[in-house]
C-alpha cells in the first residue's frame, strides 16, 4: 500500500506509511542538536530535537521536500493530499515580470525598475508557495517584501492578511517607510490604510491587512491571534531557529504561503533545518559577489591586523584555555585599545567600529578616542531609538565621523550608506555577524567607490596551540575567501608590557 502524506495545518504535515525503515530514517536524520544542551545524569535525552515524530507521523511542512527525497530515495510510493498538490501553481516567469513592469514604482519621488532577482524571488513565491529567500545583505530585500505584499493583497483581496514577522522596531518603521516610499504614485495601494506597524506597546491588533511586527511583541499573543494570517512573512529568517519565532510560525496555522528572507545562513545542518522547517527550502537570490560584480554593490577590500602577543601573554592563554578570560585581557589591553583609537585618527571618511562588550570595552575605548582629542558617537542597547535616527542623520550629512557601536545593534536595523570603514574591535565567531556587518559597508555611495574592513586578529600561539580569539579568527578569514573578498595582510606585534 502507497504511503500517504497529509495536512495537519500549515505548519505541520503528517507521513502515513508501512515502512518502518523509512520511518526510522526521518526519525534518525531530521533533527538537530540543542546548542544549549548540557547532559543529565537523570535524563536519557541525548540532546538531539527530533523533527519527524514516529508515535504519529507528523513533521514540519517546511521539510516536505526533505520527507520526499526520502521516499524516493527508498523508492516508496506514495500519495500527496490535494491540498500540498496546489503548492506547485502553473505561471510563467514572464507572466509575473509583466506585472511587475506595470507598476509605478518609486523611491524619492523617482520612478525605479525591481532588479531580475526580486522580481525572480517573487516568481518564486508565487511558483512554489514557500520558500526561504537568500539573498545578500544590500540586495534590496524591503522592495521584494513590497512586491510580495502588493501581489498577495490582490490576490487575497479582502479575506487574507499578511504578517510580517522583523526582529527590531528600528525595522518596523524601516519597511513601514520603504512602503510608503515605494507605493507614493500607486493609487491602488495606500499604505497608511493597509499597513499596521507594531512593537514596543503598540498592539499588532489590527483590522489591517498587513501587520508589521516585532517577534518581541509577537510572542505575547495567543495562539488564536495567528490564526488569522493567510501569509507569514520572516525577515532575517536565520533567527526563526529560536524557540519564541517558532512559538509564532507554528501557530500560523492557516499561513500556508510563507517566504524566510535572509542575507545569511549557517553552514551548518542543524541551523538549517531549524529555519527551514517553518519555510521550505533554500533558494538563492543573489550573492554578495554578484552584486559587487554588477555594480549593485560597493566593492571591498578586507585589511587583517595581525597582532602577535609576547611570550607572557602566550603562555598564560596556553595554561588557561578560559575564553571569558581571554576575552576579558584582550579588551581591555591598553595597546590594542590604542591600536584601534589610532584607526580613528588614521582612516579617512566616516568609521564604523564594532563591539561585543559595552562597559568592558566599547566605553573603555570611548574614553580613549574622547581623551586623545575625537569626539565618537556611540550606539549601544540602551541608547533609544530616535538617537541612532539622529545619529545615523549625522552620518549620512557628515565627514569623518566615528561611530562606536555594538554587533547587536547595527548588524541589522540600521542602514547607513555613507560608511568607508568598518572597524571589527571585539574578537567574535558569529558567522551571522561578520556576513550582516560587511553587508552594511556595501551599499553604494557616490562619495566611495570602496569600503575598507579592517579585522583584528589576536595571535597568540603557544607549544603549537592556537588561543581561542586565534582560532575565531580563522573562520572569519573563511568567510572572507568564500565571499571572495579582496584581503590584505598587515603584521603588527605587541611591545612588552612593563
Partial sequence: MASFIGVVSASTFFLESDNESLIETLYQNL???????????????????????????????GLLHKVLIECKDFGEQYELDPIIKTFVRDVKHEDIQAWVDKLPLTSGGEKITA??????????????????????????????????CRFWRDMYAHEGKILIVVPTLQLTHQLYSDFCDYSSTDPDFDAE??????????????????????????????REFFHSFNFLMGDEAHTFSS????????????????????GTIKE???????????????????????????????????????????????????EDRDYKKEMQYLCEHP????????????????????????????????????AAGLQPYIIHGDVPSHEREEIKQKIERGENIILLATYGTTSTGISIKKLHNLIFCGPTKSFIRVVQSI???????????????????????????????????????????????ETKIISLKVPTLT
Avoid at 536519557?44 to 514540519?60: A, H, I, L, Y
Avoid at 525572480?120 to 513565491?125: D, F, I, M, P
Avoid at 509564532?248 to 499561513?255: F, G, K, L, Q
Avoid at 555594480?295 to 571591498?300: E, N
Fill in 335 to 370: 595597546w590594542r585599545n590604542k591600536l584601534i583609537t589610532n584607526l580613528g585618527f588614521a582612516l579617512e571618511g566616516n568609521s564604523l567600529f564594532l563591539f561585543e562588550k559595552v562597559d568592558g570595552h566599547l566605553m573603555l575605548v570611548r574614553d580613549q578616542m574622547i
Fill in 115 to 148: 532588479y531580475d532577482y526580486q522580481v525572480r524571488g517573487l516568481y518564486l513565491s508565487i511558483l512554489h508557495t514557500r520558500y526561504l529567500a537568500k539573498a545578500a545583505t544590500s540586495a534590496g530585500k524591503s522592495l521584494l517584501q513590497y512586491l510580495l
Fill in 439 to 485: 553587508g552594511r559597508m556595501l551599499r553604494l555611495h557616490s562619495s566611495k567607490d570602496i569600503s575598507n574592513i579592517y579585522d583584528i586578529v589576536d595571535i597568540a600561539k603557544y607549544s603549537g596551540r592556537p588561543n581561542k580569539a586565534m582560532e575565531w579568527a580563522a573562520e572569519r578569514i573563511d568567510i572572507y575567501a568564500s565571499e571572495q573578498h
Fill in 31 to 61: 533533527r538537530y542538536d540543542e546548542p544549549e544542551f548540557q547532559r543529565n545524569p537523570y535524563s536519557k535525552w541525548d540532546g538531539s530535537v527530533r523533527m519527524f515524530k514516529k508515535e504519529n507521523g507528523t513533521f514540519p511542512s
Fill in 243 to 262: 524557540e519564541s519565532l517558532k512559538y509564532i510560525a507554528e501557530n500560523c496555522i492557516n499561513a500556508y504561503q510563507r517566504i524566510g528572507l535572509t
Fill in 268 to 318: 551548518d545542518e542543524g541551523h538549517k533545518l531549524r529555519v527551514i522547517q517553518h519555510f521550505g527550502s533554500i533558494q538563492t537570490l543573489i550573492t554578495s559577489k554578484e552584486l559587487r560584480d554588477r555594480g549593485l554593490a560597493t566593492q571591498t577590500k578586507v585589511h587583517i591586523l595581525k597582532v602577535e602577543y609576547d611570550s607572557t601573554t602566550k603562555k598564560m592563554f596556553f
Fill in 193 to 222: 490604510a493597509l499597513v499596521h506597524v507594531a512593537g514596543d506597546g503598540v498592539s499588532p491588533l489590527s483590522r489591517k491587512r498587513i501587520v508589521i511586527c516585532t517577534w518581541q511583541t509577537l510572542v505575547k499573543q495567543s
